[in-house]
């Protein structure tokens, strides 16, 4: 039995994804490469999850983390430098598009925002998919 | 099927559906805001300034807004003058610029000193035909810009003249803001009687040309 925590999980990246492409293919915002570096992290686990929860392999969590954990860096390295907390110097776009200035404000939400919050919410989902499964263990 | 197969089934949809509809909203609601926009203050879509063929009150104005040094404009603009041929005194073009390349404002303004001497769109043609020259993003060669604009005949002193001139920077501006303004992000982006033409292609163009022909 799929915990749902786990389908929680892939929802949320599924949406996450398809929220990112929107940002870039319909409403035409370029990434910028910080972006690019968690899409990197974020795509895959839309089908990774999808794929074990298809297949019905308990491992997935563990095929999965690193994505998520490479996601969380990223997304919070990326918040910091949106709201000031490192300094420019160390911001590693000066070609291109700027990591720092916001391209959308949704309430507070902005893009980097959103992706510290999926990765988040994934890595949550996730960890309380494993203790699903180690119920469903001890009980049998 | 099982609970996650319908779980898997339902949520793909849903998002999905979502991001379709959403796309649909966007583009639609994006089209229309600019349509106000240019319907509202049309001066923003061309200024007196700008370089245009064709007849002052031709029924189809398009404007275009272009950067010398992108390769999408140079392989687009065959099909412009296959557009431009096809409806003859019905329409005019109109170019404006929107610089998105380090050596675009330089080409730019090599582009309007030939204009002052009245050879503006063969020296368009010229950079656009020999953009793999001079434009090459490895190793880029403004400097072969000068040799072609002799080859036409041109008088080179007075485009140099030009490149430096503060009105053609201070115009170069107005065109970046009023693009911006219009949510020109990519180049070649069509205005064809004011709306804007959301894909890029003969096609598109040709049959915006023609609906703008019909229904004025």
New interface residues.
């Given amino acids: 039995m799929t915990s749902p925590y786990l389908l929680l999980a892939w929802a949320v990246s599924l949406t996450a994804t398809l929220g990112s492409l929107f940002f870039s293919e319909v409403m035409r915002l370029p990434p910028c490469s910080l972006c690019w570096y968690q899409r990197i992290a974020l795509f895959p686990l839309a089908l990774i999850l999808l794929t074990g929860i298809v297949a019905r392999d308990r491992n997935v969590t563990k095929y999965a983390w690193p994505f998520v954990g490479i996601g969380l860096a990223l997304a919070g390295y990326h918040n910091l430098l949106e709201l000031g907390i490192i300094s420019e110097e160390l911001a590693p776009c000066s070609m291109g598009v700027s990591c720092k200035a916001p391209t959308i404000n949704w309430f507070g939400f902005t893009i980097p925002r959103l992706s510290l919050l999926a990765f988040v919410a994934i890595g949550v989902f996730l960890w309380a998919s494993r203790s699903v499964v180690k119920e469903v263990k001890n009980d049998s | 099927m099982t609970r996650?197969r319908y779980?898997?089934v339902g949520?793909?949809a849903l998002?999905?559906t979502?991001?379709l509809w959403?796309?649909y909203w966007?583009?639609s609601s994006e089209a229309k805001r600019i349509e106000a926009l240019t319907m509202q203050s049309r001066e923003q879509l061309v200024r007196p300034y700008s370089p245009s063929l064709g007849p002052a009150d031709a029924k189809v104005t398009i404007v275009e807004f272009l950067d010398p040094e992108c390769e999408a404009c140079a392989g687009f603009y065959p099909s412009v003058k296959k557009v431009m041929a096809e409806f003859k005194d019905n329409v005019r073009l109109v170019i404006r610029y929107m610089p998105f390349h380090p050596n675009s404002p330089y080409a730019v303004g090599i582009l309007e000193g030939a204009r002052k001497q009245g050879k503006y769109w063969e020296a368009l043609e010229t950079l656009f035909l020999r953009q793999p020259e001079w434009a090459s993003h490895h190793a880029p060669k403004p400097e072969l810009l000068m040799g072609y604009m002799k080859d036409l005949g041109l008088d080179v002193d007075r485009i140099k003249a030009t490149t430096q001139d503060a009105e053609q920077q201070s115009r170069l501006q107005q065109d970046q803001q009023d693009g911006t303004v219009l949510g020109v992000?990519?180049t070649p982006s069509f205005f064809v009687n004011g709306k804007p033409v959301q894909n890029l292609g003969y096609e598109e163009l040709r049959s915006a040309v023609e609906t703008s022909l019909k229904n004025p």
């Fill in positions: 996650d779980f898997l949520v793909s998002i999905i979502a991001f959403g796309a966007y583009k992000t990519r």
